[in-house]
């Protein structure tokens, strides 16, 4: 299902910007197969990938920053705040921002991914002059959590922090870039590339909707991803590798001379041998990976769920007495983009094969079931030229830019754009939690910080004429 509601430009250009190339600005940053290090001109310094036009910038953020609307902006984010978004269920929250947009005057779209899961998009046109941009972002919240103090659903303001569930990844940076839309169309400029603002369902389920919208073939030259990073200038993630893991054991009884072999002390082996969660994986350890500076810290891993009991049902009563004969489990692997799934497969599965030959009597599945891939921002990025220039005039000093960790150890839809031939991109958030904790907030001076970075990079990567 599509549905149109335009606030000026012609549906004619949607169809000239679908037609946009996504050309990479520069190749990939890619280490030296020989020495293991970085090649000249391709390492991700400041000095290599920004040398800032101050004057460019701050003439830009006099442009935007009178109109930013900051107060709306700052009530906007509380008002999203109290809608819940988690995935499948984002249909409340795309409405609103979609109203939002069309009462900003901001040319909207709204396209059904699923029934009820619509993409919201929103244009401010270019003349078709200059290179295009997409700020994205993902309308969708992980499950709620426990250990809420506050309203989860509250859209309190308190100390400088408004509080939510999904605030900081990332109903936040989807108001600030709507905000930056409206600064730059109240701001007079007219751009020369089309600003384009994607809000995709499914993030959080695999990135299912901004899989649609490079199916769409809606790509822009180059983008800029909200998910939280602390207003740091994040050139590098992880890509996230999730497998059900089965154990079938045999079952038993007390009150029987066979036991059987449980099959939820076979995963917790599996557990130990496969070393601590959220620990780097040495080289030489279980599994093989390519050691490169870029992605320090990984890989790594985590058990997401463990489930286990009487037959593959899991009855929650019955079978209290019996040796659990099946365990189930959600293993979730952070490594470099050059890691491939099936390969982590075969890994996991040799760690199993072995704790077979040691003490067999068990059976195991191991089932690939979701793959997001890493990102890596082009060596000659204009989007990390303009977003660290546009950072350095708004803040008055020079962003980090890089693989920061732990943002680096989250994954995006960046990866799913940068695969569709969108590689010039990079991720700037005003949030700082990359998944839903308890009291999850976002601080107002990184939103409405965010907001101006977001509009003065819109300047810098279309170009714009008074």
């Given at each position: ?321 019996s040796t659990p004969d099946f365990c189930t489990a959600i293993v979730n692997l952070r490594a470099g983009r050059d890691k491939d799934i099936e390969s982590t497969r075969e890994d996991i599965e040799r760690v199993l094969h072995d704790m077979q030959e040691r003490r067999g009597g068990f059976q195991f599945e191991v089932i690939p079931i979701r793959d997001m891939p890493g990102f890596e921002s082009a ?36 990866g799913h754009m940068q695969s569709a031939g969108m590689a010039d991109g990079v991720l700037l958030g005003p949030g700082n939690f990359t998944s839903s904790v308890p009291n999850e907030h976002v601080e107002v001076d990184k939103l409405v910080t965010a907001a101006k970075i977001y509009a003065v990079a819109a300047l810098r990567i279309c170009g714009y004429s008074e």
């Amino acid at each position: 299902m599509r549905r149109g509601c335009r606030a000026g430009g012609g549906r004619e250009q949607a169809a000239a910007l679908r037609g946009s190339s996504g050309t990479a600005a520069g190749e990939l940053w890619r280490e030296s197969e020989a020495s293991g290090t970085w090649k000249a001109g391709e390492s991700p310094t400041e000095e290599s990938v920004m040398k800032p036009d101050a004057g460019e910038a701050a003439a830009a953020l006099t442009r935007v920053s009178p109109t930013l609307a900051e107060d709306e902006l700052v009530e906007f984010t509380r008002s999203v705040a109290r809608i819940p978004s988690v995935h499948g269920e984002e249909g409340a929250i795309a409405e609103a921002f979609s109203k939002r947009t069309q009462g900003l005057g901001i040319e909207t779209e709204v396209f059904e991914v699923e029934p009820n899961r619509p993409n919201v998009l929103g244009w401010v046109r270019g003349s078709g002059d200059g290179p295009s941009l997409m700020l994205n972002g993902h309308t969708d919240t992980v499950l709620d959590v426990l250990g809420w103090t506050r309203d989860p659903y509250g859209g309190e303001l308190d100390g400088g922090r408004i509080y939510g569930h999904g605030i900081s990844n990332m109903k936040a940076s989807n108001v600030a870039m709507i905000y930056a839309a409206d600064a730059v169309q109240r701001s007079g400029v007219k751009l020369k590339g089309d600003l384009l603002i994607a809000l995709a369902v499914g993030e959080c389920q695999g990135g299912i909707g901004s899989r649609d919208l490079m199916k769409r073939g809606i790509k822009t030259s180059a983008f800029v991803c909200g998910e939280p990073t602390y207003l740091n200038v994040l050139t590098t993630h992880a890509s996230a590798q999730y497998f059900r893991v089965n154990i079938i054991g045999r079952t038993g009884h007390f009150g029987t001379h066979d036991h059987g072999l449980n099959a939820i002390l076979k995963m917790y082996e599996l557990l130990r041998r496969l070393g601590p969660v959220h620990t780097r994986l040495r080289p030489g350890s279980w599994i093989r990976f390519r050691d490169k500076p870029r992605y320090r810290g990984l890989p790594r891993y985590h058990f997401g769920t463990i489930k286990g009991g009487v037959s593959r049902t899991l009855p929650e009563h019955g079978g209290w007495s019996s040796t659990p004969d099946f365990c189930t489990a959600i293993v979730n692997l952070r490594a470099g983009r050059d890691k491939d799934i099936e390969s982590t497969r075969e890994d996991i599965e040799r760690v199993l094969h072995d704790m077979q030959e040691r003490r067999g009597g068990f059976q195991f599945e191991v089932i690939p079931i979701r793959d997001m891939p890493g990102f890596e921002s082009a060596a000659d990025s204009l989007a990390v030229k303009a977003v660290s220039e546009a950072y350095g005039a708004v803040v008055g000093q020079k962003p980090e830019v890089g693989p920061i960790q732990p943002y680096m150890f989250m994954t995006s839809d960046s990866g799913h754009m940068q695969s569709a031939g969108m590689a010039d991109g990079v991720l700037l958030g005003p949030g700082n939690f990359t998944s839903s904790v308890p009291n999850e907030h976002v601080e107002v001076d990184k939103l409405v910080t965010a907001a101006k970075i977001y509009a003065v990079a819109a300047l810098r990567i279309c170009g714009y004429s008074e």
